[in-house]
């Protein structure tokens, strides 16, 4: 028997059979798996969460938030959010992506150390700017009578 007669056996190594063909389907949505997974772990930051739930009461675990403000946050459209529900139920699940959660903290951590060094600077210029005003009229002051020292009765 050769391998190109039509009584054949299906092998995985012969592309007309159908189990190298199963094989071959099988094979690129394994690939497909694999690269949704690899993306999803590349999104992960080492051992955190990629999504995390409002807590029910004192702050969130992993960033310090409370829950209002991750809702007033989600609201005013600074951090990522998604609620999940099956079709037809008014209640889900919302969870929050904690990569938006401290990318929006590390903003407000570089916006306010921006700031103070303006703030800084400025201070610094005024300073410069009022001593270098002083030291330009700066006149000497004539002597003074020495106060005379009365006595009180």
């Known amino acids: 028997m050769n391998s190109t007669s039509p009584h054949s056996v299906p092998t995985p190594g012969n592309p007309q059979s159908p ?11 394994v ?8 993306e999803l ?11 995390v739930r409002a807590p029910k009461g ?6 310090g938030v409370s829950r209002a403000k991750l809702y007033e946050w989600h609201g005013k459209g600074y951090i990522r ?3 999940i529900r099956e079709p037809g139920q008014v209640k889900g699940c919302r969870f929050f992506h ?3 959660i401290l990318a929006f903290i590390e903003k407000c951590e570089a916006e306010n150390n921006e700031a103070r060094a303006q703030e800084l600077q400025a201070v610094t210029d005024m300073t410069r700017g ?12 004539p002597p003074s009578d020495p106060p005379s020292q009365k006595i009180l009765p």
């Open 19 to 29: 189990v190298a063909a199963a094989a071959s389907r099988n094979d690129s949505s």
């Open 31 to 38: 690939a497909r798996l694999r690269a949704r997974a690899n």
């Open 41 to 51: 772990l590349a999104e992960r930051q080492g051992t955190l969460p990629v999504w």
């Open 58 to 63: 004192g702050p969130e675990f992993y960033s």
């Open 81 to 83: 959010a998604v609620s």
């Open 98 to 100: 904690l990569g938006s």
């Open 130 to 141: 009022g001593q270098e005003a002083a030291e330009g009229s700066h006149q000497p002051i």
